[in-house]
């Protein structure tokens, strides 16, 4: 069975072969990368496509594929998945995107977040779903905090994957609590 689940401009699916190179693309934009890391190789996003198809085949949910309905482009990743361990947000569900520089400010990763949160809580039995990034992302957390999710500035944390003297170091995590109907 594949995972879809469409929006009014967006379906979130499960990963395809055809993925790779725009994926590649975007690891190699300086601009998408600025607060995520290195730029990533061929093998390096060919693996982390590996980890999320085996997150979905175990679990169900990853940080799905994002492609445009009208046209078939894809445009990034959002969804979610299992927190890294060594973080706060280890055992709890993680909500994450990724965009393309030319798919920004289209407002398709909050209508993209907001389905992957409506799914986790209507799929999931978790009191709240998490999210992290450095805090110099305000894109980013400007998006959480329009998603509805709080700063818990009491588990800020230095990322255990970094070095010591990365300037990504520090993260700031957000969640968002189950809704109450």
């Known amino acids: ?49 590996q980890r999320q198809h085996a997150l979905s085949v175990e679990l169900g949910h990853c940080f799905w594929a994002l492609e445009r309905l009208a046209d078939g482009a894809f445009l990034g990743f959002c969804g979610l998945k299992p927190g890294p361990e060594g973080t706060p ?20 990763a909050r209508e993209a977040a907001q389905a992957a949160l409506d799914w986790g809580f209507a799929q999931l039995a978790s009191d709240a779903i998490w999210a992290m990034t450095v805090p110099g992302n305000v894109r980013s957390r400007g998006l959480m905090e329009r998603l509805g999710m709080r700063h818990l500035p009491g588990l800020d944390f230095d990322h255990p994957a970094l070095p010591a003297d990365s300037p990504l170091l520090r993260h700031v995590v957000y969640a968002a609590a189950r809704p109450k109907y």
């Open 89 to 108: 947000l280890h055992g709890r569900i993680e909500i994450g995107w990724r965009l393309a520089h030319h798919a920004w400010g289209h407002g398709y």
């Open 1 to 49: 069975m594949t995972f879809r689940l469409e929006t009014a401009r967006l379906a979130l699916r499960d990963w395809r072969d055809g993925d790779v190179e725009p994926f590649h693309a975007m690891g190699r934009d300086p601009r998408v990368m600025a607060f995520l890391g290195p730029l990533q190789s061929r093998a390096e996003v060919e693996a982390g496509i």
